[in-house]
């Protein structure tokens, strides 16, 4: 701990969801600041998110930004059953459902499990928000000093896929 308050170096920025049953730093077995991570329920990409990948880019020249959703996302489940049963969660959980119904609703009819499409379709979305991104992230990707990938871990068995 002692020597990260000299500074940090960290090799990615992940977007990741606050299941409190792991995280990016598990995951990858990672020390303490190689990783700079943003927790939101659903990881979706919004100002915040975007703001610290900027500063992880500008500032820490981090060199790879991931999405990163887990399967059996509840907030990505609570987002289907709301648009299924045509019901508004109450307080702010309604605005997980307006940034993740793109994603459910751009998966329904497909075949195959409709949260695991939804989870894995949400990390593509958010993938593509964050490399349209201006000023910063968008001209690191053109000038290739970044990369954006995504990912979602499966809690049962602790891999990580990439998808997209």
């Not at 939804?118 to 910063?136: C, G, H, Y």
């Given at each position: 701990?002692?020597?990260?308050?000299?500074?940090?170096?960290?090799?990615?920025?992940?977007?990741?969801?606050?299941?409190?049953?792991?995280?990016?730093?598990?995951?990858?077995d990672?020390?303490?600041?190689?990783?700079?991570?943003?927790?939101?329920?659903?990881?979706?990409?919004?100002?915040?998110?975007?703001?610290s990948?900027e500063?992880?880019?500008?500032i820490?020249?981090?060199?790879?930004?991931?999405?990163l959703?887990?399967?059996?996302c509840?907030?990505i489940?609570?987002?289907?059953?709301?648009?299924?049963?045509?019901?508004?969660l109450?307080?702010?959980?309604s605005?997980?459902?307006?940034?993740?119904?793109?994603?459910?609703?751009?998966?329904?009819?497909?075949?195959?499990?409709?949260?695991?499409?939804?989870?894995?379709?949400?990390?593509i979305?958010?993938?593509?928000?964050?490399?349209?991104?201006?000023?910063?992230?968008?001209?690191?990707?053109?000038?290739?000093?970044?990369?954006?990938?995504?990912?979602?871990?499966?809690?049962s068995?602790?891999?990580?896929?990439?998808?997209?």
């Amino acid at each position: 701990r002692e020597q990260l308050t000299t500074g940090q170096n960290p090799y990615a920025a992940i977007l990741s969801f606050p299941d409190s049953r792991t995280g990016p730093d598990f995951a990858f077995d990672s020390v303490w600041g190689v990783l700079v991570v943003c927790r939101v329920a659903g990881n979706f990409a919004n100002d915040g998110v975007i703001a610290s990948f900027e500063y992880g880019i500008a500032i820490l020249n981090c060199p790879l930004l991931m999405v990163l959703g887990h399967a059996d996302c509840g907030a990505i489940d609570a987002t289907i059953k709301s648009i299924k049963d045509n019901s508004t969660l109450p307080g702010h959980l309604s605005s997980l459902v307006k940034a993740l119904s793109p994603a459910v609703e751009a998966t329904a009819g497909q075949a195959g499990n409709a949260l695991d499409n939804a989870i894995k379709q949400n990390v593509i979305f958010n993938v593509a928000k964050l490399k349209a991104a201006t000023p910063i992230i968008d001209k690191a990707i053109a000038d290739k000093k970044v990369r954006i990938v995504g990912a979602v871990y499966n809690l049962s068995n602790g891999r990580v896929e990439i998808v997209g």
